[in-house]
Nanobody, 124 residues
Framework: QVQLVESGGGLVQAGGSLRLSCAASGRTFSWFAMAWFRQAPGKEREFVAAISWNGGSTTYADSLKARFTISRDNAKNTVYLQMISLKPEDTAVYYC?????????????????WGQGTQVTVSS
């Protein structure tokens, strides 16, 4: 069973930065794509960013690509999301997810393991 544990969320002022981490259990981390999604109150979960198995390919939600960066360290079984110039509308629970294949996808169906999420709150 794969477990994903997010960390690094918190309260930050608008314009600030945060780096989220997602630690994965198991020895197959490097075989699969990883992604970040987020869900704001009253809204559906939305795609944020994804990274291929070796980090060679990434994809982002168009509205976020200028401020968010996804990366991974397969030696540490960890995927990261660096967020800069945060805005109040970035407030959400952020989830990491493990892909069903080694290729990046932006749809929920492409991911079959999910973490519990970490809260990010951006104050104005």
């Amino acid at each position: 069973q794969v477990q994903l544990v997010e960390s690094g969320g918190g309260l930050v002022q608008a314009g600030g930065s945060l780096r989220l981490s997602c630690a994965a259990s198991g020895r197959t981390f490097s075989w699969f794509a990883m992604a970040w999604f987020r869900q704001a109150p009253g809204k559906e979960r939305e795609f944020v960013a994804a990274i291929s198995w070796n980090g060679g390919s990434t994809t982002y939600a168009d509205s976020l690509k200028a401020r968010f960066t996804i990366s991974r360290d397969n030696a540490k079984n960890t995927v990261y999301l660096q967020m800069i110039s945060l805005k109040p509308e970035d407030t959400a629970v952020y989830y990491c997810a493990r892909g069903t294949t080694n290729n990046v996808r932006s749809d929920n169906a492409g991911y079959n393991y999910w973490g519990q999420g970490t809260q990010v709150t951006v104050s104005s």
